[in-house]
T-cell receptor
Framework: GQNIDQPTEMTATEGAIVQINCTYQTSGFNGLFWYQQHAGEAPTFLSYNVLDGLEEKGRFSSFLSRSKGYSYLLLKELQMKDSASYLCAVSPGNTGKLIFGQGTTLQVKP | ETGVTQTPRHLVMGMTNKKSLKCEQHLGHNAMYWYKQSAKKPLELMFVYSLEERVENNSVPSRFSPECPNSSHLFLHLHTLQPEDSALYLC??????????FGPGTRLTVT
């Protein structure tokens, strides 16, 4: 079957660094996406990994290891506005279909 | 963000009603999607349209009927829904299989 696992909740302090892990088991692999979703709002795209390694984009970085079925999202210099749910999603094929994890709710505290 | 719009934003309907959700994308994308988001559950793909043809139907009950008249518009026709269908329905679009851009969603309550 298809399975995406990520922690349900995390708490971190403003200015700190936090790493949100995601493990996956899917029938195929055509890329892994991270989305951010603030309460009551639509998900917004953060990053895309299809090859192994680290992709950096400002304060956010995403890492992929295809052999381990593992990814993480790294958030640096945390700000209060980073409090949100972070969704890990895998594309198992080339139809555009995405399989989402249940999301990690991150709370940033002062 | 006006790239993907959805109407209505909120909808309350009885189990015997028929209603439609509308999605419009202004990004020139060639693929559109319907998702269901329920509390405490992962975002769940319902349908995928690529170049106006349905390429994915994720075992969705027939009381949900999608329609894609052109690459910019997507509808979800609803009839004889159940209370467990109450959820946030999100539309998204993408160019090919790249990142998807989501609309604000329709909050549906079935009474």
């Amino acid at each position: 079957g298809q399975n995406i696992d990520q922690p349900t909740e995390m708490t971190a302090t403003e200015g700190a660094i936090v790493q949100i892990n995601c493990t996956y088991q899917t029938s195929g692999f055509n890329g892994l996406f991270w989305y951010q979703q603030h309460a009551g709002e639509a998900p917004t795209f953060l990053s895309y990994n299809v090859l192994d390694g680290l992709e950096e984009k400002g304060r956010f970085s995403s890492f992929l290891s295809r052999s381990k079925g593992y990814s993480y999202l790294l958030l640096k210099e945390l700000q209060m506005k980073d409090s949100a749910s972070y969704l890990c999603a895998v594309s198992p094929g080339n139809t555009g279909k995405l399989i989402f994890g249940q999301g990690t709710t991150l709370q940033v505290k002062p | 963000e006006t790239g993907v719009t959805q109407t209505p934003r909120h909808l309350v309907m009885g189990m015997t009603n028929k209603k439609s959700l509308k999605c419009e994308q202004h990004l020139g994308h060639n693929a559109m999607y319907w998702y269901k988001q329920s509390a405490k559950k992962p975002l769940e793909l319902m349908f995928v349209y690529s170049l106006e043809e349905r390429v994915e139907n994720n075992s969705v009950p027939s009381r949900f009927s999608p329609e894609c008249p052109n690459s910019s518009h997507l509808f979800l026709h609803l009839h004889t829904l159940q209370p467990e269908d109450s959820a946030l329905y999100l539309c998204a679009s993408s160019q090919d299989t790249y990142e998807q851009y989501f609309g604000p969603g329709t909050r549906l309550t079935v009474t």
